[in-house]
């Protein structure tokens, strides 16, 4: 049985009127959020979501709203939904996972992270979420591994080697993380952030292992000779490892800190063919 002329237009004549009613209200959401009224836009906005259903856009929208009001749950909610309806969309796949590791949700984080890749292969954005979720669940394996993804997508970012320094440092990989450091140097301009960062990194680096050289030097007068004769062979055989101006501080410092005579009245007689280090 066909269905009559009458209805069909009936039919077509409400769903303009949906239609209408629903641009009228995104507007109004728009305007709203533009006075700061984000509570009321939420409420239009979400009334859009049930004339459109199906609209990828208005739940975008919605999830937006949600999260600059600080809804998480909300705003995760709606953002997943805009997802679902245009899986290769990544405006609210981004969303999602930036809303998700805010919010400290970081194994999800990483999963949607790992979707919105699919969606765009080279997505530093992804991966910067990848990095720090990871951090925060305390892999730090995997978080230098992406970090090492950032490096070779984009090699003249200052900030990517300074993530991979600190990375690094976690790690106690010293030699690594002072590189990285010192990569950053190279690369970034003097005033900018990530220069200053980069060099407070490396003094602290300096100065914490500077403190522990003395240390051992104190307790270990064979290695405080070492020092005296060469310094950097000496911390670089221990493990540590300096950049040059922490070098040349802690050459400075070693007269002051133990002078001639306290090194060499605790030195072991020589003999012949036993070398000090042997």
Known sequence: MTQSPAISTEDAAARRKQGQRA???????RTLAGEGRI???I??????????????????????LCREARKVEQ?????RRATELSPSD????EALTETLAEAGRFEEAVLEARLLLKVVPRSLFARDVLSVSYLQLGRLDKAL????????????????????GLLFQQQGNLRASVYAYGRVLDMAHPETGTYNDA?????FLDDNQTRQILLLASEDRLFLLKLRRDAAEAVGERG??????????????IPHEFPEWAADQFLPPSRPGLGLYN
Do not use: I, K, S
């Open 23 to 29: 641009r009228r209200l995104t507007e109004r959401a």
């Open 39 to 41: 509570g009321e836009a």
């Open 43 to 64: 409420v239009c906005q979400r009334e859009v979501t049930d004339l459109r259903p199906a609209d990828p856009t208005a739940f975008f929208r919605l999830g937006m």
């Open 75 to 79: 705003a995760v909610q709606a953002l």
């Open 90 to 93: 990544r405006d609210p796949r």
């Open 145 to 164: 591994q992406v970090t090492g993804e950032m490096v070779r997508l984009d090699p003249l970012n200052p900030m990517h080697h300074f993530r991979r």
């Open 199 to 203: 060099e407070e990194a490396l003094e």
């Open 240 to 253: 540590f490892c300096l950049t040059e101006d922490g070098l040349d501080r802690l050459t400075h410092l």
